[in-house]
């Protein structure tokens, strides 16, 4: 069955690095365009950022355009996010997703498995 596993939250003062990762399994990993979300308490699902099946597309929403990047290994089945300049508004559980075939990976609702997430706090 599909899992995903997602590592590497913590906390972070602000102007600070993370670095997610999310180990798959159960699935052909390379065949499929990926996604960071994020949660925070009371508000919806948002999409953070996103990479085709053989990572040469990458997406990042605005509100982290210029200080997260996304990447994976497919030999390794890993998807990566790493988080620069992280504000405390970043602050939430990040997850990560695997898109439906044909899905876009921008978009929340086109991830069909998602993991259990880890926490990712900026405070000073």
């Known amino acids: 069955q599909v899992q995903l596993v997602e590592s590497g939250g913590g906390l972070a003062q602000p102007g600070g690095s993370l670095r997610l990762s999310c180990a798959a399994s159960?699935?052909?990993?390379?065949?499929?365009?990926m996604t960071w979300a994020r949660r925070v308490p009371g508000k919806r699902l948002e999409w953070v950022s996103g990479i085709s099946s053989d990572g040469t597309d990458t997406y990042c929403a605005d509100s982290v355009k210029g200080r997260f990047t996304i990447s994976r290994d497919n030999a390794k089945s890993t998807v990566y996010l790493q988080m620069n300049s992280l504000k405390p508004e970043d602050t939430a559980v990040y997850l990560c997703g695997k898109v439906r075939p044909g899905g876009l990976v921008t978009i929340v609702r086109e991830s069909d498995y998602w993991g259990q997430g880890t926490q990712v706090t900026v405070s000073s």
């Open positions: 159960g699935f052909t990993f390379s065949t499929y365009g």
